[in-house]
Each structure stands twice: as structure tokens, then as C-alpha cells.
């Protein structure tokens, strides 16, 4: 049993507990031992604003994808072939098309004189162009389309193993529609969302592309100041240091979720 998980464990130690050791070590060394560079982090404001944007911009992009998703799921869930493959067809299209051409894609489409100004004006919504790219707005609108198949399928993956007949059973009981479905289904998905949650949060804290074209320089993310520290001032220890405190900040929401719902029944393994 021993031999049989050696490559596995050999492939964890190369591509995770060399890569992530190296980091750490980087952080704290510089031209010697060192703690300068998580010192700038906790006291300089630059670094609070990046990482409290981040953050913010990962909950509204998660809670957004949610409202999204949750219909989308429940609606390939229940739909009878053909319709549910068609259904998860278009969630699944966008892996087809790689994140910087859809980047790109929004920032055509939100730019002054994009499509979304001019059917709001030609609808008589607005009557000057609104700014929708290289800011916080595009920033989210982007990164929601583009999340919004990681929070689609785990949540599709919990609801197809909701048996029907409990709603058929709420039903015979006097239960409404909309009772049976909050007191019975939601409940019942509640691993789906709880995974989806995380999913989408943990990627939009390390999200880079989107956030570069769509925010133009004004929306700065953590991963922006990790790049910066690199290629602009060639401080890979600081760029370490914000990537360590990054990971410590997504294994702590692990942690934290792990103890609200068990990471394998999380992921469906239960």
C-alpha cells in the first residue's frame, strides 16, 4: 500500500511542498534572515486597501454567482434530457474559450461605445455612457461570468442526488411549492452552495488577468501587488511574503468551512 501511494506522494512533494517551502524561505530571506517584508504588509495602507478590495470584490463576485447559479443548477437538475445537457452545455461552453479572450470580450462589449451602452441608450435607460470598465464594476462583472460555471456545477452535482419523491412527499403533506422547497430542498443543497462558496471566493482572491484588463490600473487585487513586487521592483520576498499571508488566508477559510461542513461530504464523497 506503502509503494502504491509513493507516486502520488512524490508528485504532492514536487508540485506543492517544494513550491510552497520555497515561498516561505524567500519571505523571510534576504540577504539573511529577515521579517521586513510581513512587517510592510501589516503596517503600510497600501497593502490593506489591496487586500481589503480583494476581499471585498471575492464577496460580491460569490454572492452574485450564487444568485446566478442557484437557478441554473436547479433548472439542469430537474430538466429532462435533452434539455438538462443543454443546459449544462452552456455552463460548460466558456472552458472552451480561454479567460483572456473573455477578458477581452467584456472589455468590448462595457467600454463606452461597447453593445451594453448602446442598448441602454437605445432603450432609453441612460442618456450618456456609463463607465463600466477599468473600475471596480467591470472588474465584478467580468470575473462573475467567468466564475460562474465553478459555482454552477458542484451545486448541480448535490442537487441530482436530492431524490424527487421528497418533494412528491412535502407535497402529499400539505407542504406548498415554496415550503417544500425551503424546508426541504435547500437544506439538502446546502453542501452544494457551501462548496460553490468556497470554490468561487478562494479563485477570486488569486485572480489576475481580469482584474488587470477590466480594472485598468484603478482596481489593484493582491495578485496585481504580487506581480507589481516582481516585475516593477524585483522584490521577490515581499511578492513571497503577500503570497504566503494569501495562502495562510485561503487554508484558514478551509479550515473554517471544514468545521461547518466535512470537506469530503463537501466535495460530494458522501
Keep these: 500500500m506503502t509503494l502504491l501511494a509513493a507516486?502520488?506522494?512524490?508528485?504532492?512533494?514536487?508540485?506543492?511542498?517544494?513550491?510552497?517551502?520555497?515561498?516561505?524561505?524567500?519571505?523571510?530571506?534576504?540577504?539573511?534572515?529577515?521579517?521586513?517584508?510581513?512587517?510592510?504588509?501589516?503596517?503600510?495602507?497600501?497593502?490593506?486597501?489591496?487586500?481589503?478590495?480583494?476581499?471585498?470584490?471575492?464577496?460580491?463576485?460569490?454572492?452574485?454567482?450564487?444568485?446566478?447559479?442557484?437557478?441554473?443548477?436547479?433548472?439542469?437538475?430537474h430538466a429532462k434530457r435533452p434539455w438538462n445537457v443543454l443546459i449544462l452545455a452552456c455552463v460548460m461552453l466558456p472552458f472552451w474559450t480561454s479567460v483572456l479572450v473573455r477578458a477581452y470580450a467584456w472589455l468590448v462589449l462595457l467600454q463606452r461605445t461597447g453593445v451594453a451602452n448602446q442598448l441602454l441608450e437605445r432603450f432609453g435607460l441612460i442618456t450618456e455612457p456609463l463607465a463600466m470598465v477599468h473600475n471596480e464594476l467591470g472588474t465584478v462583472i467580468a470575473t462573475v461570468h467567468i466564475l460562474l460555471p465553478f459555482m454552477v456545477l458542484p451545486l448541480y452535482s448535490t442537487m441530482q442526488k436530492i431524490p424527487r419523491e421528497l418533494m412528491l412527499a412535502g407535497a402529499s403533506l400539505g407542504g406548498g411549492p415554496l415550503y417544500s422547497f425551503l424546508r426541504i430542498f435547500l437544506p439538502l443543497s446546502l453542501p452544494g452552495v457551501v462548496a460553490g462558496l468556497t470554490l468561487v471566493f478562494v479563485l477570486t482572491l488569486g485572480f489576475y488577468i481580469t482584474p488587470e484588463l477590466l480594472g485598468g490600473g484603478r482596481t489593484v487585487m493582491i495578485s496585481m501587488v504580487v506581480s507589481r513586487n516582481v516585475e516593477l521592483y524585483a522584490q521577490w520576498g515581499a511578492a513571497s511574503a503577500v503570497g504566503v499571508v494569501l495562502l495562510t488566508c485561503v487554508l484558514a477559510i478551509f479550515a473554517a468551512v471544514g468545521r461547518i461542513i466535512p470537506l469530503d461530504k463537501m466535495l460530494g464523497q458522501k
Excluded at 18 to 33: E, K, M, R
Design 7 to 77: 507516486p502520488a506522494v512524490l508528485v504532492i512533494v514536487a508540485l506543492v511542498v517544494i513550491p510552497v517551502g520555497w515561498l516561505a524561505a524567500q519571505s523571510i530571506y534576504d540577504n539573511g534572515f529577515t521579517l521586513e517584508h510581513y512587517r510592510r504588509i501589516f503596517t503600510e495602507e497600501v497593502y490593506w486597501r489591496s487586500f481589503a478590495l480583494t476581499f471585498r470584490i471575492a464577496l460580491m463576485v460569490t454572492v452574485l454567482t450564487l444568485l446566478l447559479g442557484y437557478p441554473v443548477a436547479y433548472a439542469a437538475a
